[in-house]
C-alpha cells in the first residue's frame, strides 16, 4: 500500500476528459447513468465553461487514484453538486474520498460557494459515512432514483431500482429567507433547516396570499434514469389536476419508473397547495436544491410499479434513520 505522501491533489484541465471516462468505464463498465461522462470532449467543455470541477487524486508519476466531480448550473453558482466519485482499488483503504472531497470542498469554499449538494446510495451505509465525516446532513432520501442497470460493487447482491441518500453540507451562509412549508410536512423541513444550518425561516403563509388560477410546470425527462422531474415553477389552483395529468401521462404513455415534484419553498402558495398533492400518490422526499427556481425546494416523489421496503434502504445516522422512517411512513398505503 502506497504512503499518504505519496498522493496529490489537482484540478483536471479542459483537456483531460478522458481521464475522468476512463474512471467511470474501470468502475461502471458502460452502465453509468449520466450518460455525458463517457464524452471526453462535453467533460472538457463543461470543465472549459465553468459548469464542471473534476477533482483527482493521482500519484507522482501520474495514476489515478480517485476523482470526485462537482456541476454547477452555470458558473458561478451558489451551490454545487457533488458526484462521479470513483476510487480505484489501487487506491482502497487509504480514505481517498474523504480526502479528495476535502480538497474540492476547500477549494469551493475559499470561492464563496454556500454548499454542496450530492446524492449517495443507500445500498450501503459507507459512502454516507463518508460525507458525514466530511461535515454533511441528510436531507431526504430519493427512493428508485438510481435505475437497475447501473453495474458496481455498491449495490452487493441487490437487483431492482436502488435509492439514494441526499446530503447536503454548509460551506458559507447563504441569504436570510423565508420557508412555506406545508402544515403536514413543516416540521421535517424546519428540522433539516435547522440540521444543515441553512439560513431560512419556516413561515405561514400571509393571510392575504392568493393562488393564480394555472400552475406554470417545468417536465425533464431523464431516459437515462427512467424518471421525470417536475418543477413547479409557480403553485396555483389547479396544481393538484395538472400534476395528476402529467403523472398520468408519464407512467402510462412514457412508462417511467419513477417522477419527482420540486415545489418552491419561498413560494406561499407552495404552503396552500402541497398537501392536497397526496391524493395522487405523491409523497415526502426531502429538501434539495433546484436551479430553475430560486432557493431550495421541497422534493415529492411518486413511484410506479417500483416497490421500496425499509430494508433495502441502510443508512449512517440517527437522523438518517428517522428521516428515512418518515419518507417511508408518508408513502402511499398499497393494498
Not at 447513468?33 to 477533482?55: F, H, K, L, Q
Not at 454533511?136 to 435509492?163: K, M, Y
Request: charged share 25%; hydrophobic share 40%; aromatic share 6%.
Amino acid at each position: 500500500m502506497m504512503s499518504v505522501v505519496d498522493v496529490t491533489f489537482r484540478f483536471l484541465g479542459p483537456d483531460e476528459g478522458t481521464v475522468l471516462t476512463g474512471a467511470i468505464e474501470a468502475a461502471y463498465g458502460q452502465t453509468y447513468d449520466v450518460r455525458w461522462v463517457y464524452n471526453p470532449d462535453e467533460v472538457g467543455a463543461r470543465i472549459g465553461a465553468g459548469t464542471y470541477v473534476s477533482c483527482i487524486a493521482e500519484t507522482p508519476a501520474g495514476e489515478l487514484l480517485c476523482h470526485i466531480g462537482m456541476s454547477l448550473a452555470a458558473a458561478g453558482d451558489a451551490v454545487g453538486h457533488s458526484g462521479q466519485a470513483v476510487t480505484l482499488p489501487a487506491a482502497r483503504g487509504q480514505h481517498l474520498f474523504t480526502r479528495t472531497k476535502r480538497y474540492l470542498m476547500d477549494w469551493a469554499q475559499e470561492r464563496g460557494l454556500a454548499g454542496m449538494y450530492s446524492e449517495a446510495t443507500a445500498a450501503h451505509p459507507y459512502s454516507q459515512k463518508a460525507n458525514i465525516e466530511l461535515g454533511a446532513h441528510e436531507t431526504g432520501f430519493l427512493l428508485g432514483w438510481i435505475p437497475a442497470s447501473v453495474s458496481n460493487d455498491a449495490a452487493g447482491e441487490r437487483t431492482g431500482r436502488q435509492s439514494a441518500a441526499l446530503f447536503y453540507t454548509k460551506l458559507n451562509d447563504g441569504h436570510e429567507r423565508d420557508v412555506y412549508a406545508p402544515e403536514r410536512h413543516r416540521g421535517i423541513v424546519a428540522q433539516t433547516i435547522e440540521l444543515c444550518r441553512l439560513r431560512g425561516r419556516v413561515a405561514e403563509p400571509p393571510a392575504d396570499c392568493e393562488l393564480p388560477p394555472r400552475s406554470e410546470l417545468h417536465v425533464e425527462v431523464d431516459r437515462d434514469h427512467n424518471l421525470a422531474l417536475i418543477t413547479v415553477l409557480q403553485p396555483g389552483a389547479d396544481l393538484e389536476e395538472a400534476v395528476a395529468g402529467e403523472r398520468r401521462h408519464l407512467f402510462h404513455r412514457e412508462n417511467l419508473d419513477a417522477l419527482y415534484l420540486d415545489l418552491p419553498l419561498e413560494r406561499p402558495a407552495t404552503a396552500l397547495v402541497a398537501d392536497h398533492l397526496e391524493r395522487l400518490g405523491v409523497s415526502y422526499a426531502g429538501v434539495f436544491p433546484n436551479h430553475r427556481t430560486d432557493g431550495d425546494v421541497l422534493r415529492m416523489q411518486s413511484l410506479h410499479r417500483v416497490r421500496v421496503k425499509a430494508d433495502d434502504v441502510a443508512v449512517a445516522s440517527d437522523h438518517g434513520r428517522e428521516l428515512l422512517d418518515y419518507v417511508l411512513a408518508d408513502l402511499p398505503r398499497v393494498g
